[in-house]
């Protein structure tokens, strides 16, 4: 087993690039390569890419975690008895493919060639609240525009067998339980699980499973900067009439403020800010239904949520 270190990517096919590649750019993007067959965008975190699509019929193909090492990657390939390939995308390195349960694609990568990080506009936005006055004298002004996704948070999966898919990730990719939602008292429907960084703290959920009955894609999250980045964000999706799925909220599991909106084909991506931390001394949690999709604040889940 390897313990991979965060999400990387999310991949998907679409018929037009172009398409995609301006509602990525209305939803915080930046373009990183183009060919007539494949599309990759970043955040402006430095990582080589967080969205690929490649030019095909529409649908979801796939996500990427981080290895620690090409090393890891190493092990992780003669565990499955596949091979290491040379990672030809931008910022190189190795990368390990794999198949999970359900057939879908899992890829692993390493030694990849870090971009500088671009600037982020909202970054250090100064507040005034309740408990006190820091700006003093100077107009708080944001500036209109897309929000500017950072990097990929998180990836959610519907699987068919929530127990036999969560085995299959903590054993190769050493995924932990935060919190697991239970439909009753010992019937699992799904579990939020994050990377086991030991002492680090990581985000609440890197991946979550949710035992569905039938194997697809859920939402991919991507991390904005901060509340005034999300919400001029969100401004500018409805200026671009793009279709809105969920929020402005706060979630109770991992506590992000969300929003949700549909790319082109109708896949869910998030924008989020300001979620929880842990690491191997925050037990993991069982949870009813009920907190799976509850707010601590904002608008409840509409019914096409995840489908």
């Given at each position: ?125 100064v507040h005034n609240d309740g408990e006190g006055a820091s700006r003093k004298g100077d107009a708080l002004r944001v500036a209109p525009g897309p929000s500017q996704v950072k990097r990929l948070g998180h990836c959610v999966l519907n699987v068919k067998d929530f127990r036999v898919s969560e085995a299959w990730y903590k054993s190769n990719l050493g995924f932990v339980t935060s919190d697991e939602i239970n439909l009753a008292p010992e019937m699992p429907l799904g579990a939020f699980m994050r990377c086991d960084r ?110």
């Open positions: 087993m390897i313990r991979v270190t965060d999400v990387a990517y999310v991949r998907f096919n679409a018929p037009d690039l172009g398409e995609m590649e301006t509602f990525l750019r209305e939803f915080g993007m930046v373009t990183v390569s183009r060919s007539d067959t494949v599309l990759y965008a970043r955040g402006t975190d430095a990582r080589p890419f967080a969205h690929v699509t490649t030019l095909g019929e529409a649908g979801y193909a796939g996500v990427g975690f981080y290895a620690e090492s090409v090393d890891d990657l190493a092990k992780l390939a003669a565990a499955n008895g596949v091979a290491v390939e040379e990672h030809d995308a931008p910022g190189g390195g190795k990368i390990v493919r794999l198949r999970d349960p359900d057939g879908q694609l899992v890829e692993v990568v390493a030694g990849q060639t870090a971009p500088a990080a671009l600037p982020v506009s909202r970054h250090h936005l030991g002492a680090t703290h990581v985000d609440h959920h890197t991946l979550f499973l949710v035992g569905t009955g039938a194997a697809g894609f859920n939402h991919a999250a991507f991390e904005v900067a901060n509340m005034d980045d999300l919400m001029a964000g969100h401004q500018h999706l409805t200026d671009k009439s793009r279709r809105h799925e969920w929020g402005v909220g706060r979630h109770l599991l991992g506590s992000q403020i969300f929003d949700y909106w549909r790319d082109p084909w109708g896949h869910t991506v998030e924008h989020w800010t300001d979620g929880d931390l842990f690491n191997n001394e925050t037990p993991p949690n069982v949870r009813p239904l009920d907190d799976l999709i509850a707010n601590q604040w904002g608008p409840g889940a509409p019914p096409t949520m995840g489908a």
